[in-house]
C-alpha cells in the first residue's frame, strides 16, 4: 500500500464519521449546545471542514472550497471569508447555524478535493515543506496527518453531542 492510499483511507473514515454525526438531525438539533460554552454539532463540522479546506488548500496553492464555490455565501456567516473557527467565543460558536444538508453538501466538496489532490500524491511529495513557520518546517505528509488528526477530533466531539442531542 502506499502512502496517498493510506491517506485517503483515512480521509474516508473522517468522512464517514462526519456523516454519521450529522445525517438526521434537524437544523435545532445541530445547533446544541450542552452547556452554554460548548460547540455544537453544526460549529463542530463547520470548523473541521474549513480548517482541511484551509490547511489542504494552502499546501496544494489552490483556492479554498469556501470562496471558490460560493460556500461562503451559502452560510451566510457573520465572519469574514478567511475564518476558520481558530480563536472563536462563545458567539461566535452560537452564530453558526446551518441544516444537516448545507454542512454535508460543504463537507463532501471538501473532501472530493482533498481527494483529487491526495490522490496524485507520490511518496516522495510528502517530504515537500508547506510551512517554515516551524522548527522543524512542516512537509506536506506531517500538514496532512494534522488535519485527520483534527478531523478526527472534532468528528468524535460531535458524536458525543448527538449521542447527548439523542437522549434528551
Not at 496517498?4 to 473514515?13: I, M, Q, S, T, W
Request: net charge negative; no cysteine.
Amino acid at each position: 500500500m502506499k502512502s496517498a492510499e493510506l491517506l485517503l483511507d483515512a480521509f474516508g473514515r473522517v468522512q464517514e464519521a462526519v456523516h454519521e454525526a450529522v445525517e438526521g438531525l434537524t437544523e435545532d438539533d445541530l445547533a446544541v449546545r450542552i452547556d452554554p460554552e460548548a460547540n455544537s454539532i453544526a460549529w463542530l463540522v463547520w470548523h473541521l471542514t474549513r480548517i482541511q479546506d484551509d490547511h489542504v488548500a494552502d499546501a496544494f496553492g489552490t483556492e479554498q472550497v469556501w470562496t471558490a464555490d460560493g460556500w461562503s455565501g451559502r452560510f451566510g456567516l457573520p465572519f469574514p471569508d478567511d475564518a476558520t473557527g481558530f480563536g472563536h467565543g462563545s458567539e461566535e460558536v452560537g452564530a453558526v447555524r446551518a441544516p444537516a444538508d448545507l454542512l454535508l453538501g460543504y463537507y463532501d466538496a471538501v473532501h472530493a478535493r482533498t481527494l483529487d489532490h491526495v490522490g496524485s500524491l507520490g511518496d516522495d511529495d510528502l517530504d515537500r515543506v508547506v510551512d517554515t513557520r516551524w522548527t522543524p518546517h512542516v512537509t506536506l505528509g506531517v500538514r496532512l496527518i494534522s488535519v485527520i488528526a483534527e478531523d478526527n477530533q472534532h468528528a468524535g466531539q460531535a458524536a458525543y453531542v448527538r449521542g447527548v442531542v439523542e437522549r434528551r
